[in-house]
T-cell receptor
Framework: NAGVTQTPKFRILKIGQSMTLQCAQDMNHNYMYWYRQDPGMGLKLIYYSVGAGITDKGEVPNGYNVSRSTTEDFPLRLELAAPSQTSVYFC???????????FGSGTQLSVL | TQLLEQSPQFLSIQEGENLTVYCNSSSVFSSLQWYRQEPGEGPVLLVTVVTGGEVKKLKRLTFQFGDARKDSSLHITAAQPGDTGLYLCAVNTGNQFYFGTGTSLTVIP
């Protein structure tokens, strides 16, 4: 039982490049979330999903896109990377009747 | 505007000391969570408090939810180096979980 798996762990992008951060969970959780964490700060919600085919914006969605074609996967897309998107990105999931969030180990992204 | 304000932002103490960190808001919540995050890892849930005035204990950690359900505190007794980490409070507003600004705790052996 792997829990929440994020790939890659580290990535360096040039300004204007695009990439997809992968997130997969094997707990059959309906709810999935993407957060970003800047140094010394808490977590800011980017996007979330309450089930396959349903996504919604969080606090800081600009510059990002998501999709949820399956219950297991919730990829985060950066189309035109900017230095302001340098951060650590965390994916999380939870069950429908449970408030406990399970987090992946994060993707550290640098945009230079 | 930050929904949840945590204080202090940074705390460095000697092993064996006691400490309290705070999570404050002007809003009322039905429940509040505390997470601990170690370097290079995602946050891990410590506790959820749901009733105003509720006190929960987890070994040397004591969590309290304010009577008005707007704030919470985390008290650690006889801190150990293994308590080092970032402590985050969080609330669920519908389907969205919002996190506080965090308290970074360092316990020096």
């Amino acid at each position: 039982n792997a829990g929440v798996t994020q790939t890659p762990k580290f990535r360096i992008l040039k300004i204007g490049q695009s990439m997809t951060l992968q997130c997969a969970q094997d707990m059959n959780h309906n709810y999935m979330y993407w957060y970003r964490q800047d140094p010394g700060m808490g977590l800011k919600l980017i996007y979330y999903s309450v089930g396959a085919g349903i996504t919604d914006k969080g606090e800081v969605p600009n510059g990002y896109n998501v999709s949820r074609s399956t219950t297991e996967d919730f990829p985060l897309r950066l189309e035109l990377a900017a230095p302001s998107q340098t951060s650590v990105y965390f994916c999380a999931s939870r069950g429908q009747h449970n408030e406990k969030l399970f987090f992946g180990s994060g993707t550290q992204l640098s945009v230079l | 505007t930050q929904l949840l304000e945590q204080s202090p932002q940074f705390l460095s103490i000697q092993e064996g000391e006691n400490l309290t960190v705070y999570c404050n808001s002007s809003s009322v919540f039905s429940s509040l969570q505390w997470y601990r995050q170690e370097p290079g890892e995602g946050p891990v849930l410590l506790v959820t408090v749901v009733t105003g005035g509720e006190v929960k204990k987890l070994k040397r950690l004591t969590f309290q939810f304010g009577d008005a359900r707007k704030d919470s505190s985390l008290h650690i007794t006889a801190a150990q180096p293994g308590d080092t980490g970032l402590y985050l409070c969080a609330v669920n507003t519908g389907n969205q979980f919002y996190f506080g600004t965090g308290t970074s705790l360092t316990v020096i052996p």
